[in-house]
């Protein structure tokens, strides 16, 4: 049996810079995010491979939003639309990632070598 400590340190190898990042006062997604993150972190059975993969997902996840411009402007956006989906769990942070990625690589245009 696990230690919810030893699942964060074998899960969240982002954990300190998640935490530890500072963010304007007036950005709230970003604060919002990362209480889900918080939550999730310390809401998980460390036991449960499931949560133990979504845990590392949602490492992944958050460590791009902070440090891919493109990704955390997208992010924005979408909650300033006031789509129907708002942020209440981790599950709609990883899809929202997926849906980043696949635009990504639809957007990859080929080279012509002369």
């Not at 990042?21 to 990362?34: A, G």
């Not at 449960?48 to 997208?74: E, I």
């Not at 599950?91 to 990859?108: F, P």
Request: some cysteine.
């Amino acid at each position: 049996m696990k230690t919810q400590m030893e699942a964060v340190l074998v899960c969240c190898k982002y954990y300190d810079f998640i935490i530890n990042f500072h963010y304007p006062t007036y950005d709230y997604v970003t604060e919002k995010l990362i209480n889900i993150y918080q939550e999730f972190i310390f809401g998980m059975n460390p036991d449960d491979k499931k949560a133990l993969t979504m845990a590392r997902q949602l490492d992944q996840v958050m460590y791009v939003y902070l440090t891919t411009k493109h990704f955390y402007q997208m992010v924005q956006n979408y909650d300033m639309n006031g789509t129907s989906m708002i942020f209440e769990d981790a599950a709609d942070i990883i899809a929202l990632y997926h849906d980043y990625i696949k635009d990504e690589m639809k957007s990859t245009s080929t080279t012509k070598w002369i």
